[in-house]
């Protein structure tokens, strides 16, 4: 089955600066690569989604990408702000026909 | 978001008792699973459902079943509870085309 790495596990930066969390997949086959926000004491919510037909997707400030060949994605969160202060998952698998398996999860904290 | 709830939110029990977790949603959708959440470890699969005829094991169904009752409710049982039972579960639910998942507010289980 599918086997997904999230790497840093924590992650601190100041206010407006950048964050970047990355995962890998084992599964060549997976296509569907979302990415989970969950704040403390809430539930998981998809922030972003990218499918292996396209190389990067962007949405306000949190961009992913993705490298098909060497099987890693990345989450860019730009000008970060204290609310972006969370645990992001990170997923992978064959959409649509099959479970997603998540990584490990990255605490990022955005100091003031 | 209130479509999709468990009960109980909160539970405590002790070593060897049965417990039912529940989950339903109003989303109208065909994907129900069972997640568990432990520090460092992320969002792991207990079971899933693609519909109402259908059950599949994830990658930690040891010590635990479920139950599809309809469409839309999905249960989850431990039918001896152990102390590494202790953790936070999730239910989240995905509609037939099965890309994002709707996660419910979590219930957090105590086994002592």
């Known amino acids: 089955g599918e086997n997904v790495e999230q790497h840093p596990s924590t992650l601190s930066v100041q206010e407006g600066d950048s964050a970047v969390i990355k995962c890998t997949y084992s599964?060549?086959?997976?296509?569907?690569f979302p990415w989970y926000k969950q704040e403390l004491g809430k539930r998981p919510q998809l922030i972003i989604d990218?499918?292996?037909?396209?190389g990067e997707k962007k949405d306000q400030r949190i961009a992913v990408t993705l490298n098909k060949t060497a099987k890693h994605f990345s989450l860019h969160i730009t000008e970060t702000q204290p609310e972006d202060s969370a645990v992001y998952f990170c997923?992978?698998?064959?959409?649509?026909?099959?479970?997603?398996?998540f990584g490990t999860g990255t605490k990022l904290q955005v100091i003031p | 978001d209130a479509d999709v709830t468990q009960t109980p939110r909160n539970r405590i029990t002790k070593t060897g008792k049965r417990i039912m977790l529940e989950c339903s949603q109003t989303?109208?959708?065909?994907?129900m699973y069972w997640y568990r959440q432990d520090p460092g470890l992320g969002l792991r699969l207990i079971y899933y459902?693609?519909?109402?005829?259908?059950?599949n094991k994830g990658e930690i169904s040891d010590g635990y079943s479920v139950s599809r009752q309809a469409q839309a409710k999905f249960s989850l049982s431990l039918e001896s509870a152990i102390p590494n039972q202790t953790a936070l579960y999730f239910c989240?639910?995905?509609?037939?085309?099965?890309?994002?998942?709707?996660f419910g507010p979590g219930t957090r289980l105590t086994v002592t």
């Open positions: 989240a639910t995905s509609d037939s085309r099965g890309y994002e998942q709707y």
């Open positions: 599964d060549s086959a997976s296509n569907y």
């Open positions: 990218i499918r292996s037909n396209v």
């Open positions: 997923g992978g698998g064959l959409g649509g026909y099959q479970k997603v398996t």
């Open positions: 989303k109208g959708h065909d994907r």
């Open positions: 459902s693609f519909d109402v005829k259908d059950i």
